[in-house]
């Protein structure tokens, strides 16, 4: 597959603007390891969320210098951090939007979830910028034929910007990266997993306990190349391809201490990886690890089936089914809460993102 178009030029350069909220997601299996332009060494999976979004707006007007003139705003303030961010990500995909060129662009951004939650935005904020540069093509080309295509070509284009990004453009369970035995999975842009969801997955709550808001110390660009030398990597990822198998089967059949077996192996298996890369690192924090047994202890105590993941970071995602919503919450407010240092999210499942209407 190519996306390169040289047609993608405008004759008249317009100015306008789009608008795309897209939300974050978070991964059941992990996507961690890369080769080559953003492709995974395995396939992953993820509930896409609805709270945690990210707004984004962009404006575009004929470029009055030879290089695109890129201002990006978030929350209103400018922040040349990401602008920086943007322009070497515009280049990366100039032979796709050859239109780049011609624009200047500025860019308003902007999270629903708090300022300071700690939580991954490059999946939100990614694949927000790529619906809104394909809404772009679609306005003033017309080359879609299909909502399909449309949203294919966004996710392949967020994968480009961050990975996990390609599979915040669908709602749901989304997959990505190409599975044995799956004939719609590949590993340039991800895909709704639609076949025999059963009806406990469509509305399974995660909330988010913010237990360090701080920046990370290792960013996950850095996390997925030491991957590379990891000397656990192959296992690692057959890890991963049988957990796959295993988690899909279970998505079926709605088997919650599978699913709670398999989703938590995958937490700690990441950690694993970053404890055992070369030079390591650490990014849970004491408070993580206290939680992690709280829950164990609670879910062994009450049979509530309620499950923990993590992120690249010390943040605990607490995934459980809808009906056990009042039992879950009033144990984190009465439990959990005096090891959150931060928010508390309240997120669930969600229908993907969505375009603003300006
Ligand atoms: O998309 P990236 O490069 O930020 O990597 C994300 C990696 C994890 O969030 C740890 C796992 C995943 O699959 O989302």
Request: proline share 4%.
């Amino acid at each position: 597959m190519n996306y390169n178009n040289p047609e993608l030029k405008f004759t008249d350069v317009p100015s306008g603007k789009v608008g795309w909220c897209s939300p974050s997601n978070i991964a059941l299996i992990k996507y961690w390891g890369k080769s080559g332009i953003q492709i995974p060494s395995n396939a992953s999976v993820s509930f896409t969320l609805s709270k945690s979004q990210t707004e984004t707006i962009v404006k575009f007007s004929p470029s009055q210098g030879e290089q695109c003139n890129i201002n990006f705003y978030f929350d209103g303030i400018p922040n040349t951090k990401f602008a920086e961010k943007i322009s070497v990500y515009f280049k990366k995909i100039i032979e796709i939007f050859p239109f780049i060129k011609q624009l200047d662009f500025s860019i308003y951004s902007k999270n629903t979830f708090p300022h300071s939650a700690g939580i991954a935005s490059s999946a939100s904020g990614m694949s927000a910028l790529a619906l809104a540069l394909c809404d772009i093509e679609n306005q003033y080309f017309g080359s879609f034929n299909t909502k399909e295509e449309f949203f294919q070509k966004a996710s392949y284009i967020a994968r480009l910007g961050s990975g996990s990004a390609c599979r915040s453009v669908y709602g749901g369970l989304v997959s990505w990266g190409k599975i044995e035995g799956y004939e719609n999975t590949c590993d340039l842009f991800g895909s709704q997993v639609s076949n025999d969801i059963n009806p406990v997955f469509k509305d399974y709550h995660d909330s988010i306990l913010i237990v360090d808001s701080g920046e990370k110390k290792v960013s996950s660009t850095i996390g997925h190349n030491l991957m590379k030398s990891n000397p656990f990597s192959n296992s690692r990822f057959q890890q991963a391809r049988d957990n796959m198998t295993a988690l899909l089967d279970v998505l079926k059949t709605g088997d919650l201490d599978e699913f709670n077996r398999i989703v938590e192996l995958e937490a700690l298996t990441l950690h694993a990886m970053m404890m055992t890369s070369s030079p390591y690192y650490l990014l849970m924090k004491p408070n993580t690890v206290a939680l992690i047994e709280m829950i164990w202890n609670f879910r062994n105590n009450t049979k509530v089936p309620v499950c923990f993941t993590l992120d690249a970071g010390p943040n605990i995602h607490l995934l459980y089914p809808h009906k056990y919503k009042n039992e879950v919450q009033a144990f984190i407010n009465k439990t959990l809460a005096e090891f959150i240092n931060g928010d508390i999210i309240h997120d669930y499942v969600g229908i993907g993102p969505e375009k603003l209407e300006l």
